[in-house]
Structure formats: C-alpha cells, structure tokens
Nanobody, 129 residues
C-alpha cells in the first residue's frame, strides 16, 4: 500500500511563504496522480491542487491560483506545494493524497477528494500575525 508523509507546515505571518512536501513510498509515483487538499474544522475537505503522474497536467483551486505552485521530483518520489502570499484564510490542515491510475504516466488530475485512494496524515498550516 502506498504511504504518504506530509511535512513543511508551520506558523507563518500573512504574506509569507511555506513549502509543503509529500513523500511517497514504497511505490513509484508513475502510476499515481497526487493532490493537495485542506480542511478546516467543521468544513468539507477542499481540493487545492493536483499534478498528474505524467507531470503534464496541473490544476488549482481558484482561491490559490497565482499563489500556489505544485511540482514533483521523481527521483525523490516527492511532490511539493509552494505556497506564497499566504493569508489568514489559508489556515488549515493540509493533506496530500494519491489517486491510483492503471496506466503509467497518465494526464489525469482531479480536485475531487472522493476520487483519491491513499491519504497522508496531514500537516497544519497556520497563518497569523
């Protein structure tokens, strides 16, 4: 079973930046799309960004477009979420998740959390002055 471990969360001031990491093991991400999601207490889990297994396709929620960037390092089997221009509304627990794809290097990338098969434990991001 694929294991996902998030890291990089923390406390940052408004306007600041953080980079989240999602390290996958023991299988290659060649057969998985990766998504980043966030969830505030009492609210539904929201899709933030995703990247296809081929790296060809990325997608972002409207609320983060132009501020967040998703990327993947295949050699490290790790996906990153660079978050710039953070605001109070970005305070959430952030999760990465993997969507298993039957064929290698697919262009599939979706922001619906129900489509994903494997989840990390989450990392807290707090934006506060």
């Amino acid at each position: 079973q694929l294991q996902l471990v998030e890291s990089g969360g923390g406390l940052v001031q408004p306007g600041g930046s953080l980079r989240l990491s999602c390290a996958a093991s023991p299988f290659s991400l060649d057969y998985y799309a990766i998504g980043w999601f966030r969830q505030a207490p009492g609210k539904d889990r929201e899709g933030v960004s995703c990247i296809s297994s081929s790296d060809e396709t990325t997608d972002y929620a409207d609320s983060v477009k132009g501020r967040f960037t998703i990327s993947k390092d295949g050699a490290k089997n790790t996906v990153y979420l660079q978050m710039n221009g953070l605001s109070l509304e970005d305070t959430n627990v952030y999760y990465c998740a993997a969507l298993q794809i039957p064929q290698q290097s697919s262009s599939t990338c979706v922001l619906q959390p129900g489509a994903y098969h494997y989840w990390g434990q989450g990392t807290q991001v707090t934006v506060s002055s």
